[in-house]
């Protein structure tokens, strides 16, 4: 799979957990197992992986085409809030997890602020990056060696992480 199509399932695939995470979030009991186990997903793949392929796209495209380099240090800027926003969520977890008096609608709060912020940084990578990205990697072509993480062990988390989210 090319990088932008790899991206763009990426994408469909992050929005379709964070919108079952946020509808798991308005219900009464929240199951925190099935969140840290959300959480860590999207830890270990959007940020060990995904943002890392798409700050790399991008500073290929913009050593070629200087006016993509604005984007590349905003999404670059995006990428570390939203990975310090993720470590605060999984301290507020673990605080929970031993006890610590954390009331649980600041937790719910936060959480729903956290998948807010990934669901407009997600827009804004399918709406103005990624065709940007797809019309400049056509000009300035370039064989992204990427390691693939073990997809199929990604893809299988991915489709039980979801049949739980929906049955929750
Ligand atoms: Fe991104
Ligand atoms: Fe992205």
């Known amino acids: 799979m090319n990088i932008i199509n790899q991206l763009k399932q990426d994408h469909a695939h992050l929005q379709e957990m964070l919108r079952l995470l946020d509808e798991h979030l308005h219900h009464d009991e929240l199951d925190l197992g099935l969140i840290k186990e959300t959480l860590a997903y999207i830890g270990d793949y959007a940020e060990r992986y995904h943002h890392p392929m798409e700050d790399r796209l991008l500073n290929h495209l913009s050593q070629h085409n200087p006016r993509l380099t604005k ?3 905003h999404l670059q800027e995006d990428h570390i809030t939203l990975e310090a926003q993720s470590n605060q969520i999984r301290e507020q977890l673990e605080a929970i997890e031993m006890s610590t008096v954390v009331p649980m609608d600041e937790f719910r709060r936060s959480l729903l602020l956290w998948v807010a912020a990934q669901q407009r940084h997600l827009h804004y990578e399918d709406q103005y990056m990624l065709p940007v990205a797809e019309h400049d990697l056509r000009l300035y072509p370039e064989n992204f060696d990427w390691p693939l993480p073990p997809n199929v ?13 929906r049955s929750s």
């Not at 062990?153 to 989210?165: F, K, N, P, V």
Request: glycine share 6%; charged share 10%.
């Open 153 to 165: 062990g990604l893809i299988t988390q991915y489709q039980s992480l979801t049949r739980d989210l």
């Open 71 to 73: 984007l590349y240090h």
